[in-house]
């Protein structure tokens, strides 16, 4: 695989490139990369497609992709899970949605870090319920979650919920094991479940491991933890992922919330799972080479600039940049003028801000570089 290709997307109507057309500004911002498909999943899509019948198929009937699941967290994440905790789900947005639905009632409320990715922020206020938020702080070079912001919040008696992003969208940081300690003995002290949104957990670029919600022995039976291939092989548009719930009746209750609300899953975005977690290693640990690079380049780059700064994330191919340093009134605008379209700091909670996708050909990245030096 050539990680550098750039690919034209202007069949495909992607998202990422409509909202720009016409411009000169390059997008740098919706979470999806530049990267085609590993051949497995393309293989493996042209053999579905040419079976030339597409009608219903129960993702329980499809064991092979349960199967491909339960291998893949073994051999990523040393969690043995059985089949049976599996919810397939048309996407994470909808299930943490599905999961507020199950788990909380009316006058709750949820509690969600700061910054963070918006359809996170937005959820309380779409299911009519309150939100807490707590910030991040920086220690020692990294960002961290504010656990006694954290431990304030989850005192309140109507705090129900800790919607959780690890790693973290946009900070790029992966807990660790004391920090996740640290998360359940609080949920557990005041009575607080845990959703923990993972769908970056494998696009870890530094030497640590992700440490899955779900398989942590104090929270297996009070959390949710919704996964999916769709960053990782680039697969998003297909519609599929799946929420991990070892609680046999919070399991329950998650898929009576989802009756009426949640399609099934696709049978081609299960096709693309079961080939990306068991035959793309090689593409997986290919990538991450890449993006560990393009990373480092864009983090020394970003840091040259005047009025910015960005600290590396260990996670996923996304840079928070600080540019407060600008002292503007509008960042986005900023970037926009000089021909870079991030994804704008004040929808994740930040207007001083803005965030930068790496998933893309260096070459992207240089471009971008030259339009911000400007």
């Known amino acids: 695989m050539n990680f550098s290709d750039k690919p034209d997307r202007t069949s495909s109507k992607a998202h990422k490139w409509e909202k720009y057309k016409g411009t000169d ?47 893949w967290c073994q051999r990523q994440y040393n969690w043995k899970i059985d089949p049976s905790w599996l919810v397939w789900t048309p996407g994470v ?21 700061t910054p963070n990715y918006p359809p996170i922020l937005a959820a309380p206020a779409i299911n009519h319920l309150n939100r807490t938020c707590i910030g991040s702080i920086e220690v020692e070079g990294r960002w961290t979650l504010d656990f006694n912001a954290l431990e304030a919040a989850a005192a309140d008696p109507k705090a129900s919920l800790f919607i959780m992003c690890n790693p973290m969208n946009p900070l790029g940081s992966v807990l660790n094991q004391d920090e996740l300690d640290t998360i359940a003995a609080i949920c557990r002290k005041h009575g607080v479940m845990l959703c923990s949104d993972e769908i970056h957990c494998d696009l870890i670029l530094d030497d640590v491991p992700h440490l899955p919600a779900s398989a942590h022995p104090e929270l297996a039976e009070s959390s949710v933890t919704l996964m999916a291939a769709s960053k990782t092989f680039n697969i998003a548009g297909l519609g599929t992922s799946f929420a991990i719930i070892p609680n046999e009746k919070l399991r329950a209750d998650f898929n009576h919330a989802a009756r009426g609300r949640l ?28 993006l560990t690079e393009n990373r480092d380049y864009l983090v020394t780059e970003i840091n ?6 960005a600290i590396s994330p260990a996670a996923t191919f996304l840079l928070w940049v600080d540019a407060s340093g600008l002292q503007v009134t509008d960042t986005q605008a ?41």
């Open 334 to 374: 900023w970037c926009e003028a000089k021909g870079v379209g991030p994804s704008a700091g004040r929808d994740f909670g930040d207007k001083d801000c803005f965030r930068l996708n790496f998933g893309c050909s260096r070459d992207y990245l240089v471009e971008a570089i030259k339009k911000l030096q400007g």
């Open 25 to 71: 500004i390059l997008p740098m911002w919706i979470a999806d990369t530049e990267f085609r498909c590993a051949e497995p999943i393309l293989s493996a899509l042209h053999q579905r497609i040419d079976d030339g019948l597409f009608g219903y198929t129960l993702s329980a009937h499809d064991t092979d992709a349960s199967e491909a699941v339960v291998a």
């Open 304 to 309: 040259k600039i005047e009025g910015l700064k």
């Open 93 to 113: 947005v909808p299930a943490f949605n599905v999961a507020i639905q199950a788990y909380c009632q009316a006058g709750d409320t949820i509690i969600v870090q």
């Open 263 to 290: 399609p099934s899953v696709t049978v081609t975005g299960l096709t693309a799972t079961n080939a990306a977690f068991r035959h793309c290693d090689e593409w997986h640990q290919q990538q991450v080479a890449y």
